[in-house]
């Protein structure tokens, strides 16, 4: 079914994007493997964390009522009745005007409610002299005060960070459940198009986008698979998108620059499945195909490599978080005032390649179907649809690469 | 040598962190491989790119001056000589009064310096009238206006970006010269740790480090080698430390809580080869040490979890980059208001967590010790050792992790 739509939206695109994506299956990692992936289910703790009461100074523990006007001239006495041992429990219990010491991290003895710091305390023979007051619970974590059990330590959705893999050691998950990796189907099309190791004749180009999209895709935590550069020509890019098709969870297809050529990407992607979008009110990024190959969704991306990475960063990004089942946000967007004015038209919404320094954003002079300013600027500088640019010194956003 | 040195700021502590560490040696990787590494040499484009005119639109290549004073009412009339076609060429030199047909991406033929886009041409028969008018150069690139050969394309230092290895892949660099991961040596040492998988003890805590640690490097590029949780007792450390200075570019000896344990971390260093700080002016993260096996560098974190990733953020991070080679700035820093006061005591950096939300810093409350808030909170407020913290509405910098 071929369907010439109208331009639309980038957030209707991003929304049928996301549409046709489903969260891909789950496997089960070592958490020394996990950073990076994404949780599938929830991780609860199955008992409090620390799971005792816990100092978090070296120093003595004591009744805290029992330091009430302590002062270093009037110091509170107290008996010292023992040492806690790192790891080795606090095998006795303190009664009254008895301390003991414990060490930062062990574990603070029954009879106890605060620990009071070395630095505030003097020892002489078996007494401890301690000049300050402290306060019920001071200087000691509860036993469920870090995560009591059945708490979600840690929430489906997270791409886990380290400090995420460092709370499941801490409540003893080896293992979790992730997302498996999706694997994105990649292909360049375009006589134009050659291989990089090849030398271009006169007028060709290399295949930059399939690099660009695979690196992209990987960064994303995707695998990717490469069907290599499809010539312009029906026949050979149906193949490679129904083979495509069986073998991937998503599909990205690297239109040539030519008009021709990105006709035949829409309609064999519409003989295949359905094409839903053609045409997004985006600059650059204009000519982008969203659409589907039998149930794989299926994008069509236009053939500059700096209008394909703005796509990629704004439809396909959204699309590849929802099939990895990846919720979290890690989208780096930094505030900056404009160095120069941005003008725009209204109705689309433009991407401007920026360069963010010391909080001031600056536009690449970038025209179009430049590759360097992709490698020469820091991110790009969002023009709503709805705005006909921006002005020196406005306040803008900037979604750094 | 054991020198008991006084606390230093945290700027020193980085200062010879990083003056302990020397770039690793290089390796020869494909493109495809080579995204997220760090490019050991710059790479210089060997010819011109695009190396041709290339049209940037699709649309008609004429000489700019005659389309001088065209317009809607009184198109200027050109012959149209010629098609050309992507990746073939242009055959033909334009004469005075003719154009031809340039797809985008397509040669600009010999004789057209502009090109005129299809939305302000009509074709009639053999002619072809264009309603505006163009200038000199406009909507074509020229052969050395991407990269022009000898220009430096991607730096030495740099982490490549997906763009990056786009830009390596369009000069046609099919491999490029990066260097090796540092490979870092983990050693978890405190008698109250326990393995992940065991069930600890009362007053037990699961070795949390050496997962944060090895993660953390991971993500900045380092390959990880984990000596296990070595015991307290002098021999043991030695042996382990020894082994690890042999076979790594750096060592992450994360210490237990208590004093006890940290001392002895840092006499085995000095022992093995110097402890130049013993102390940084940084909360949490006090209890550090920066040192040498051998000529190895060496830090000694604190034991706990929240603290050794404060220390892994603000010393670590740089020594591993220059480990790595990596001059890349890629932190993730943004601007937010403060909606609580933050007091701090001057003379110490203190780093605090805190949320961001909608340009809205919020601090976690994280009593000292406790790992939730690593898993809570979005990144670090840094409070400068000169000031006594923040107000409510002050404009403050946040590190996002």
């Not at 000049?131 to 979600?152: K, Q, W, Y």
């Not at 007028?203 to 499809?230: H, K, M, P, Q």
């Not at 890019?237 to 030519?258: F, K």
Request: glycine residues 12%; contains cysteine.
């Amino acid at each position: 079914m071929v369907r010439f739509l109208s331009v639309v939206p980038v957030e209707e695109a991003v929304r049928v994007a996301t549409g046709l994506a489903r969260p891909v299956g789950t496997e089960v990692v070592q958490i020394e493997e996990a950073a990076g992936r994404v949780l599938a289910v929830d991780v609860t703790a199955d008992a409090d964390l620390p799971g005792f009461r816990r100092s978090t100074v070296d120093g003595y523990a004591v009744r805290a009522s029992e330091t009430i006007g302590a002062s270093e001239a009037l110091p509170s006495i107290f008996r010292l009745a023992g040492r806690v041992s790192m790891g080795a429990g606090a095998p006795f219990t303190l009664g009254p005007a008895e301390c003991a010491y414990v060490p930062t991290g062990g574990e603070v003895p029954e009879g106890a409610n605060a620990v009071a710091m070395v630095e505030h305390a003097e020892v002489l023979g078996g007494e401890v002299l301690i000049g300050r007051p402290v306060a019920d619970g001071e200087n000691m974590i509860l036993p469920d005060e870090d995560f009591a059990a059945g708490e979600v330590v840690v929430p489906a959705g997270r791409r886990l960070s380290p400090q995420d893999v460092g709370a499941l050691a801490a409540i003893g998950r080896g293992s979790v459940e992730v997302r498996r990796r999706p694997v994105v189907g990649i292909l360049s099309t375009g006589n134009e198009v050659v291989p990089v190791d090849a030398a271009p004749g006169r007028s060709e180009v290399r295949d930059v986008n399939s690099y660009l999209l695979r690196a992209f895709c990987r960064e994303r935590g995707c695998e990717t698979r490469f069907y290599g550069i499809v010539r312009d020509e029906p026949g050979a890019l149906r193949a490679a998108l129904e083979t495509a098709g069986r073998e991937c969870d998503a599909l990205l297809v690297s239109g040539g620059s030519s008009k021709d050529d990105r006709d035949l990407g829409a309609r064999t992607i519409a003989d295949l499945g359905a094409v839903l979008v053609h045409g997004i009110a985006l600059a650059p990024g204009k000519p982008t195909i969203v659409g589907r190959v039998g149930e794989v969704p299926a994008l069509g991306l236009p053939g500059h490599p700096a209008s394909t990475f703005v796509v990629m960063l704004v439809v396909a990004g959204p699309m590849l978080a929802v099939l990895s089942g990846d919720t979290t946000d890690r989208s780096r967007r930094v505030r900056a005032r404009l160095a120069e004015n941005v003008p725009s038209a209204r109705g689309r919404e433009d991407y401007v390649r920026v360069t963010v320094r010391d909080g001031t954003a600056r536009p690449v002079f970038a025209k179009s179907g430049l590759l360097n300013s992709l490698v020469r600027a820091d991110g790009l500088l969002r023009v709503p649809a709805g705005r006909e640019g921006f002005e020196t010194g406005d306040e803008v956003e900037v979604l750094l690469w």
